[in-house]
T-cell receptor, first 112, second 114 residues
Framework: GDSVTQMEGPVTLSEEAFLTINCTYTATGYPSLFWYVQYPGEGLQLLLKATKADDKGSNKGFEATYRKETTSFHLEKGSVQVSDSAVYFCALNDFGNEKLTFGTGTRLTIIP | DTAVSQTPKYLVTQMGNDKSIKCEQNLGHDTMYWYKQDSKKFLKIMFSYNNKELIINETVPNRFSPKSPDKAHLNLHINSLELGDSAVYFC?????????????FGPGTRLLVL
């Protein structure tokens, strides 16, 4: 079945540091890939997505590239801010499944 | 204008009780979902409904019964609550059958069973 393996946290970085959160997946079909973010006490919000190989999703300075050859969708940001502190979830949607399969989430804390 | 709303936001109850969580979306989507997030933040699909019909039931105990009175609403009723049901429950919605479609999540209902 489908699965998502995500970098274990928690991750603590200083403000303006470079961020990478690794995500790899296994899927039976050709999935779409997503990053969702959950700020403290809130629900999930879509951060970015990519629907086919070599697509790059980007939003709020975050980027992730759909790499079919390595089955990866790593999240990156060049300079993090305190306001980026949240839990980040990698997820996939395999055609026809009509459900999201999530990774375990990575808690990110940015210190000033 | 909240796209996906849930009530209540917090729910504290005793073991053995029956409770319901309500979800409404105003996005005109045909598909709605319930997800459970445990204490370690792990998120897992519970149910999916498309236009009021159940399409996914991920081995959830039959104490959990979703009800969809219309395609804008998907309520979750839980009978005989157990300690292990304590979690955050998220409702979501999307257009159906389109794998690249974004799912929109509600703010969550934090359930604590004592």
């Amino acid at each position: 079945g489908d699965s998502v393996t995500q970098m274990e946290g928690p991750v603590t970085l200083s403000e303006e540091a470079f961020l990478t959160i690794n995500c790899t997946y296994t899927a039976t079909g050709y999935p779409s890939l997503f990053w969702y973010v959950q700020y403290p006490g809130e629900g999930l919000q879509l951060l970015l997505k990519a629907t086919k190989a070599d697509d790059k999703g980007s939003n709020k300075g975050f980027e992730a590239t759909y790499r079919k050859e390595t089955t990866s969708f790593h999240l990156e940001k060049g300079s993090v801010q305190v306001s980026d502190s949240a839990v980040y979830f990698c997820a996939l949607n395999d055609f026809g499944n009509e459900k999201l399969t999530f990774g375990t989430g990575t808690r990110l804390t940015i210190i000033p | 204008d909240t796209a996906v709303s849930q009530t209540p936001k917090y729910l504290v109850t005793q073991m053995g009780n029956d409770k319901s969580i309500k979800c409404e979306q105003n996005l005109g989507h045909d598909t709605m979902y319930w997800y459970k997030q445990d204490s370690k933040k792990f998120l897992k699909i519970m149910f999916s409904y498309n236009n009021k019909e159940l399409i996914i039931n991920e081995t959830v105990p039959n104490r959990f019964s979703p009800k969809s009175p219309d395609k804008a609403h998907l309520n979750l009723h839980i009978n005989s609550l157990e300690l292990g049901d304590s979690a955050v429950y998220f409702c979501a919605s999307s257009r159906p059958g389109v794998r690249e479609e974004t799912q929109y999540f509600g703010p969550g209902t934090r359930l604590l069973v004592l």
